[in-house]
């Protein structure tokens, strides 16, 4: 944004003992639209007219340190929306934006001949249109979840099937004169779909199947098309619109899973790139089918899970904060009682984007990543890195761990 400024004049102190201040106070009294209490208000007020901190707090029965501590949340609030006098910033940002910067060019004689302010929504507000995503959602699907009927055939429990779903990156937008492929909001939710359907085809008759979605579900976390800490990405769509594919996907997902087994968990893990949009995915899901008893979401906001099948253990992660080579002896000292109680044990995550395997790496256990359907963007491409593209259905046996496993790929 462009802006023509003036320079603001510095406090200067009165005669001593008055305990007065001048103060421009044109532009200074816009810093009580950043009081959000009668409380700040007050002190700003004092602090407008000039009175010192000492003499504010023996008005208003407050300690000195009280006073300050206002006074600094008001002006500090006023700088993260641009309002800053002394620094020369007075184009403030709308009451949804923050500040991210300023540029500003100065004249020969020191006056402010431009200024650009660069902004970015806040991130209540990033949530707030999240949240009427999925008010769009449900109102699509008549603010409940199909009925489903169970499978015909008796299943036993002796078996458990597992998927692995590696980073899917939805949002994520490539190229095939970079990455060799193109990839986009389209092409991931048919891909994702397909695979699926083809994963179910091969799977065994077992009772329950365990859905891990491994992490990274979304490419950017952010309207501006960065990750959760900024990174930027190249993006393909407004971030509702991706949210929407994306639930719209792993309700289909979940429908399949139906059909074929009776009890259906499903497990988020929040990877490095979307730790918010992950979060409202796995809630939006919990509350999507809280009537559909043959469901469950698992809900906890650790950074691993672990589920325990007779003798087989496995943990999941996205693979970000916990390295590969350091996943089972975290998983032997964070879930003692399931490490113990079992005699076949795995770590998977996903993250690295490619197979990685590890086996006995700690206790008998095997630790291994798994690859997403995507190709790599244009960063990854440029940094020699290679997509796995595949999923993965596993199935596990209670009494002998791993038994057998189909992989599909593009």
Partial sequence: MLGTTHRIATPVKCQP????????????????????????????????????????????????????GHKRVVIKRAQQQGYSPEHDMIHAAPSTHVVKGTSTLYAQDGQVK????????????????????LDEFLADHENKSPSIPKPKKKLKDQELAVVNIGDAHFGMLAHDDISGENYDCKIAANRHKDVFL?????????????????????HADTYTGTTTKG????????LEHVFLIGLEVMSFIVEEALKRFNKV??????????????????????????????????????????????????????????????????????????????????????HIHSKQISAETYGQTI?????????????HDSSGYVSGQSMCLLVLDRDKGEVRRSTERL
């Fill in 17 to 68: 003992g008055t305990g007065h201040t001048k103060r421009s106070g044109d532009m200074d009294n816009k810093l009580l639209d950043y009081c959000n209490t009668n409380r700040q208000k007050d002190v700003i007020e004092l602090y407008l007219q000039g009175i010192s901190e000492a003499r504010s707090a023996e008005l208003l029965g407050l300690s000195r340190s009280t006073v300050q």
């Fill in 114 to 133: 431009q200024q650009w302010v660069k902004t970015n929504l806040k991130q209540e507000e990033q949530l707030e249109n999240i949240k009427n995503a």
């Fill in 198 to 218: 083809r994963l179910m085809n091969n799977a065994p008759e077992c009772d329950t199947i365990v859905i891990n979605q491994l992490g990274d579900y979304y």
């Fill in 231 to 238: 990174t930027p990405l190249d993006t393909d769509g407004r």
């Fill in 265 to 350: 968990i499903v497990r988020h893990c929040r990877g490095n790139h979307d730790a918010i949009t992950s979060m409202a995915l796995k809630a939006q899901q919990a509350a999507y089918w809280r009537n559909n008893k043959r469901v469950t979401i698992e809900m906890s906001p650790a950074v691993c899970w672990v589920y325990q099948h007779g003798k087989t253990a496995f943990m999941v992660t996205h693979g970000d904060t916990i390295k590969h080579n350091k996943m089972a002896e975290y998983f032997a000292g964070r879930y003692p009682e399931i490490w113990g109680a079992s005699e076949h044990r795995y770590c998977w995550h996903g």
């Fill in 367 to 379: 630790t291994e990543s798994f690859a997403g359907l995507p190709p790599s963007d244009a960063w």
